[in-house]
């Protein structure tokens, strides 16, 4: 299964809003259709926003206030405007060749996480490896496979899993959600955790490694992720365990110096105050929700691309 598609002149999609509860694929015809996608977390993941973005410039049919709204959809994943500007790059050539060029990184992206599984795989050392990871890294956040549960899948495919221990990741249960249902369907042996738990198992021994993904990489290898990643970072650093983000190349922004200069996005206070539709604090509770943090450069063990091992 695919996570996103063109199919019949129409973007397809896995609305991850509603899982685990039941897997319906929109279609969409229309860049307001997509904008809205985005924006509610019906397909997310920032290789999967590098061809939402690609494919999107397709329907937007060189309007380019479409295309500016499309590019701005969400501000923290470098990998939308990346794929818009590839596609958008073809605009003079006529719409066959911005589909072409769509499809391509459509194309790049399920090759890319293929070598990030493999590459990560191979960098990892020692057999029955307990991984710990946080939000929602596998083919529903790429096109097929993966960034960091590619990784994880490539580990438990060679015999060499012993098992994931996955949080939750409030606000919005990615990981609850989405990583558990995906390792379901994977087969491979894990546990849900809460996300306060993390650094405490870390400090315990029972992780042999922790792995994420990245919504933008800056310059100096500062990475933003989905929040609660940088206290992984900091409790793998405590325990001694190897800490690797695993990303495109195209997550690395080199027009983002540091870390500093990575516009984080809040949310709003609904998702933290509500829990799935239903409140879990009196009403007029106000909220704070950054939806990612910024882990520095060297609490980072590697960062794994499609190209690539980099050591911040």
Known sequence: MRTIDWVDGAVE????????????????????????????????????????????????????????????ARPTA???????????????????????????????????????GERGADLLEGDRLRIMTVCNTGGLAAVE?????????????????????????????????????????????????????????????????????????????????????YALALGAERAGVPFVVVAPESTIDPNTPTGEHIVIEDRGAEEVVTVRGVRVAPEGTQALNPAFDVTPHDLITAIVTDKRVIRP
């Open 13 to 72: 999609l896995v609305d991850q809003t509603l899982l685990p509860d039941k897997c319906v694929m929109l279609r969409i015809r229309t860049v307001d259709e997509l904008v809205d996608a985005i924006r509610r977390l019906a397909v997310r993941g920032a290789p999967a926003l590098g061809v939402a973005g690609a494919l999107g410039v397709v329907l937007a049919d060189g309007d380019p206030a479409q295309i500016a709204r499309l590019r701005a």
């Open 78 to 116: 470098v990998n939308l405007g990346w794929g818009v500007d590839r596609a958008a790059a073809h605009l003079r050539e006529g719409r066959e060749s911005v589909l072409a060029a769509a499809l391509r990184v459509r194309d790049d992206d399920i090759a890319a996480c293929v070598a990030m």
């Open 145 to 229: 496979r993966g960034t960091a549960l590619g990784v994880v899948q490539t580990l438990h495919e060679r015999g060499r899993l012993a098992e994931v221990l996955t949080l939750e990741t409030r606000p919005l249960l990615q990981g609850a959600r989405l990583t558990t249902w995906e390792l379901a369907r994977m087969g491979a042996p894990h546990r849900l955790i809460a996300d306060s738990a993390g650094p405490y198992l870390l400090a315990k021994g029972e992780v042999d490694a922790v792995l994420i993904g990245a919504d933008r990489i800056a310059a100096n290898g500062d990475t933003a992720n989905k929040i609660g990643s």
